[in-house]
């Protein structure tokens, strides 16, 4: 992903996903990710939370744990306004 890429997504994500909701990403270490102003930015909008992966050999274990926590964060507040 670009240096223009990222910003955009995030950009994007910002716009269409409702305010009210709190915004995950997993990435991988790739220095774009973690630019000055991709840092700034993200420090302006305090729903988006960026998780990074340790590195390869850990990537599938951190993505599972991460995937789980989301599921579960997801079905108590299913459950919770249901």
């Not at 994500?13 to 409702?18: E, G, K, S, T, V």
């Not at 993200?42 to 991460?66: I, M, Q, W």
Request: aromatic share 10%.
């Amino acid at each position: 992903m670009s240096k223009g890429e990222f910003p955009s997504l995030l950009k994007h994500l910002d716009a269409n996903i409702p305010g009210d909701l709190e915004l995950h990403l997993i990435a991988d270490n790739y220095p774009n990710y973690k630019h000055p102003k991709v840092k700034a930015w993200l420090a302006s909008d305090r729903r988006f939370h960026l998780h990074f992966t340790a590195g390869p050999r850990y990537k599938s274990n951190e993505f599972s744990g991460a995937r789980s926590r989301c599921w579960r964060r997801l079905e108590s507040s299913s459950q919770a306004s249901g």
